[in-house]
């Protein structure tokens, strides 16, 4: 077993994000990523600062735009007006959104130019049609962390647990567009062990902790583990059980430092791409 | 076995259609398809003349737009006037299209308000989202055939061989949506009959004629066959190998009357639905 290691790969990724970033800001541009933060949920003010200080590092300025209890048409007036800015060239909105507001019905406001989370849904039907786009950074990740490793997809059995739209179902169209056989398990899966033992590559993104173990998992397999389940002494842990799973797995991403830091990096590359694409294309 | 009956589920829709179009014209609206063909191919001529007939006897106008020998540009400024254009409810583009010119890219010139097909990224990407939108109408046929067949799709395990942008992918994300595990398969995948055994819903969507043999199939699987490969003598071939999986399978549509009949009849479907909600939101 391989421990697939999400910071080694975030850290080749960031000195090319910089890099790209420095070109600009010698061009005029400052590459710059607005998160829009419709929450005072702990957790997600710790993602946003760490993804703020990473930005910084890596020569992006990024604005975070907290709003407070906003209702949907604040949420959807923010990233219009962001959409709208010639200084802004990514657009992101954090969840947990107000009760019945959906990102899947708000995203559709940020502009597919901007959209580097790929919340819009042009940019999934993009992602769908096998067209360029920016796909939902977490999903881009499990593909990025597979090719990291070499994992030859094509024909090979993919099983994604998870059917959200932000990443169950992309991290599978991708997985499809890359030639991978692919099945899609959920809540509503049926022995769903042994379906996840066909897999040659398994994604588990659930949301529960340590739900997967080793019985679901082929000797062999390469495991990604796309959970992040807060535990009580304030740590993390995935959805899968990796003392159970890791020593069947020919490779496997641990939680934290498997798909969490390429996930912000691709985030970020995203953003310097989209504003190159404006220079580009004004 | 049981042959499922494409033209009896046709001919109920029709009777809805019918009365909803009906509807609309004692209201002073008439509903009406505009057909753009950019192709002089005969196939798709038949195909166009037989959906003008039946929607002349729903009571839809069909307006029928050929295109001779046009180019990329010709044909989305032809998409773009019929979207802009108010006594136009739904419009399609027929294939095959010129050489380089793709669907996915001409159907964005679509409004998804009259996408009937759901050519637009925007109509697929919502329906990846599992929203209301107007899929494309071969994949919503598999879903109105299983339905009307009370075939329950709730965790059972549904294989769609085929991964093309208009049926393969929409119908899986379809079955997604209906909480079938699901499987997507193509001219990638190893051991396909063996993945293909283990539907309980098989879709066939690839364009070779009888390829989907017995082998392909577990005993008492509901079969789809997507498949209309023209014959030498003019008539139509399935995917499916009729004869050899007819005696498996506990349901299966024949070809032709099978999923054809059920297209066209939800193309209307959505083009009377596209004129209510018209006249409801102008």
């Known amino acids: 077993m391989k421990d697939i290691d999400g910071r080694a790969v975030a850290k080749a990724l960031r000195e090319e994000v910089a890099a790209a970033a420095e070109r600009l800001r010698e061009g005029g541009t400052v590459p710059t990523l607005a998160v829009v933060v419709p929450t005072d949920d702990e957790g997600t003010a710790w993602y946003v600062r760490s993804i ?13 735009v907290q709003l407070e ?8 007036a923010k990233l219009q007006e962001l959409s709208a800015d010639p200084e802004v060239h990514g657009v992101i909105c954090q969840t947990p959104l107000p009760e019945g507001v959906s990102l899947a019905e708000v995203g559709w406001y940020i502009s597919p130019f901007k959209d ?3 919340a819009n849904s042009e940019s999934l039907g993009r992602l769908a049609q096998g067209r360029r786009t920016f796909a939902p950074a977490t999903s881009a990740a499990v ?19 998870g059917r959200s739209t932000v990443v169950g ?14 099945t899609v ?7 769903l062990a042994a379906v996840c033992r066909e897999a040659d590559v398994l994604v588990a993104a659930v949301g529960r902790p340590r739900m997967i173990g080793a019985e679901f998992v082929k000797p062999g397999a390469v495991v990604i583990d796309v959970g992040t389940n807060p535990t009580p ?22 939680v934290p430092g498997g798909v969490g830091p390429v996930t912000t990096m691709l985030l970020l590359r995203n953003t310097v791409e989209a504003a190159r694409l404006a220079l580009e294309h004004p």
């Open 52 to 64: 703020a200080k990473t930005a910084g590092k890596l020569g992006l300025d990024c604005r975070v």
């Open 69 to 76: 209890e906003p209702g949907r048409d604040e949420i959807v």
């Open 116 to 118: 580097v989370d790929g």
């Open 143 to 161: 593909l990025e962390l597979l090719r990291h490793e070499g994992v030859r997809l094509e024909g090979a059995r993919a099983v994604v647990v």
């Open 169 to 182: 179902k992309p991290a599978a169209l991708l997985l499809v567009n890359e030639s991978a056989t692919v």
């Open 185 to 191: 398990c959920h809540s509503r899966t049926k022995e």
């Open 233 to 254: 002494d304030g740590g993390l842990v995935g959805d899968v059980d990796y003392e159970a799973v890791a020593p069947l797995a020919s490779a496997i991403t641990p």
